[in-house]
């Protein structure tokens, strides 16, 4: 069974930053795919970034240039660095892994407010 446990979440003021982990855990299992989602009241659940085995990324247009995902494929981790946090950034992160199968963690709230 493969386990995503998400850390790093909190509350910042806007324009601060913070940066979010991902451990996946199962024996023999290398992840295709990572990457975060998040999901704000009210709406539904979008796209952040992604990030593919090879380093491949690919972002939201509305983190683009403040957010940067990263991957240690070794420790099947996966990293969100969010720099210049806005309030509709706030919401929850939820990390996301599949290989041939379709993963997620628990979520980790994030909540941009002065």
């Known amino acids: 069974q493969v386990q995503l446990v998400e850390s790093g979440g909190g509350l910042v003021q806007p324009g601060g930053s913070l940066r979010l982990s991902c451990a996946a855990s199962?024996?023999?299992?290398?992840?295709?795919?990572m990457g975060w989602y998040r999901q704000a009241p009210g709406k539904q659940r979008e796209l952040v970034a992604t990030i593919t085995s090879r380093g491949t990324t690919n972002y939201a247009d509305s983190v683009k240039g403040r957010f940067t995902i990263s991957r240690d494929n070794r420790e099947n981790t996966v990293y969100l660095q969010m720099n210049s946090l806005e309030p509709e950034d706030t919401a929850v992160y939820y990390c996301n892994a599949r290989d041939w199968r379709n993963f997620w963690g628990q979520g980790t709230q994030v909540t941009v407010s002065s």
């Open positions: 199962g024996s023999r299992f290398s992840a295709n795919v």
